[in-house]
Each structure stands twice: as C-alpha cells, then as structure tokens.
C-alpha cells in the first residue's frame, strides 16, 4: 500500500492550480467506490486517492501551511487509507427531509454495529465503526460513521474468488442488502493487496 506522507503533498499554489483536474480525476475514481444500501444509507469506501485529496482539499480550505499542521491533518485522514487485508468506508444516512431525518436517526440507533459484507453467502462480515470517536449516544445514531471490514487471508481468497457480493444493513429498522457490481468489485479488490 502507497503511504500518503508530506511529501505526497502538492503545495497550496501547485495544488490550486491542478485542482480543477484533480477534482474531476477523484469524482470519476469514486463512481466505481459508492454504494447505495437501500434508498438512505451510501457507503464511500477510500483509498489513497480519495484520502489524499481530502487532505489537500483540508489543507486548501484552512490555508494551512505549517508543517505541525499539516501533520495533524494527516493523522487524522490516514487511518481511513486500508491497509491490504479490509476495506474502509465512509457510511452516509441521508434523509432530505431535516424533520424525518432526526426522527429516522432515532429510530436507526446503533445501525453502524450491523452493516456486513458478505461473498458468496459465507459468513457475514460485520464492520467495526467509529474508531476515532463516539458518534452515537443512547437516543440517537450520527448521519456519518466511518467502518472498516476487517478480514484474514481466508475470506481475501473468498473476495477475490466469489461470484457475488453483497453488503447491507441487519437493523430491525432498515434492513436491506445489495449486490456491488462488478466495476466496484474490481475497484474494491485493489484495496485487497
């Protein structure tokens, strides 16, 4: 796996000149990296490209420059970059509606301790959430949590070698799956080296 260090990092002036394209090259890369669970639930999975620009993205937006800085952002964003053997992903409950949406993060409490991963009807993987910090309390669950599917060696051969995969969600409230397409799949398979 690529590390994402300083170094990696375009300067401000270099990065505002090339954004326009950098922007453009990262949305085309996360078309294959978004899933829909149901009709509210989207997952984003990362990687070096779309963590790397959202540091960049960070950096330009809070003018930092100091190095110190720079090194906080970065321990912050680097944990979200898989390590080879699990995938990450950023889980996004959207509801438009600002009333129905608190409601629904009520009703929805504790849903990112039930998103699984699953190839082939094997076992179900289920994903570890919210490393950083707590984002849910007693009465409600927090539109955005951040998951990683953690696997051994074993299931990688059954994600490399399954017919179908399928992701969803084992809350009583919101219970629903989909299968990745094959383009995410393939995208999906490049964290798994």
Same mark, same amino acid.
């Given at each position: 796996?690529?590390?994402?260090?300083?170094?990696?990092?375009?300067?401000?002036?270099?990065?505002?000149?090339?954004? =326009?394209?950098?922007?453009?090259?990262? *949305?085309?890369?996360?078309?294959?990296?978004?899933?829909?669970?149901? =009709?509210? @639930?989207?997952?984003?999975? =990362?990687?070096?490209?779309?963590?790397?620009?959202?540091?960049?993205?960070?950096?330009?937006?809070?003018?930092?420059? +100091?190095?110190?800085? *720079?090194?906080?952002?970065?321990?912050?964003? @680097?944990?979200?970059?898989?390590?080879?053997?699990?995938?990450?992903?950023?889980?996004?409950?959207?509801?438009?509606?600002? &009333?129905?949406?608190?409601?629904?993060?009520?009703?929805?409490?504790?849903?990112?301790?039930?998103?699984?991963?699953?190839?082939?009807?094997?076992?179900? &993987? /289920?994903?570890?959430?919210?490393? +950083?910090?707590?984002?849910?309390?007693?009465?409600?669950?927090?539109?955005?949590? /951040?998951?990683? /599917?953690? /696997?051994?060696?074993?299931? @990688?051969?059954?994600?490399?070698?399954?017919?179908?995969?399928?992701?969803?969600?084992?809350?009583?409230?919101? =219970?629903?799956?989909?299968?990745?397409?094959?383009? &995410?799949?393939?995208?999906?398979?490049?964290?798994?080296?």
């Amino acid at each position: 796996m690529k590390n994402l260090t300083q170094d990696s990092l375009l300067s401000l002036e270099d990065y505002e000149k090339k954004r =326009e394209q950098i922007k453009a090259d990262v *949305i085309n890369h996360k078309k294959h990296r978004s899933v829909m669970i149901g =009709e509210n @639930i989207i997952l984003l999975f =990362e990687d070096y490209m779309t963590i790397h620009y959202q540091v960049q993205e960070m950096l330009r937006i809070e003018k930092i420059t +100091d190095q110190q800085d *720079i090194q906080e952002e970065l321990r912050a964003y @680097i944990p979200l970059i898989p390590d080879g053997n699990n995938l990450k992903a950023t889980m996004l409950i959207m509801y438009p509606d600002i &009333v129905q949406r608190k409601q629904m993060l009520a009703k929805l409490n504790g849903i990112e301790n039930e998103v699984w991963i699953c190839a082939d009807n094997l076992k179900r &993987v /289920f994903a570890i959430c919210d490393e +950083d910090l707590e984002r849910s309390n007693d009465q409600k669950t927090s539109a955005v949590h /951040f998951l990683r /599917f953690q /696997f051994d060696n074993e299931y @990688i051969k059954s994600i490399k070698n399954a017919a179908k995969i399928n992701i969803g969600t084992s809350h009583s409230e919101y =219970e629903c799956s989909s299968e990745l397409s094959d383009n &995410v799949v393939k995208a999906l398979l490049n964290d798994l080296d």
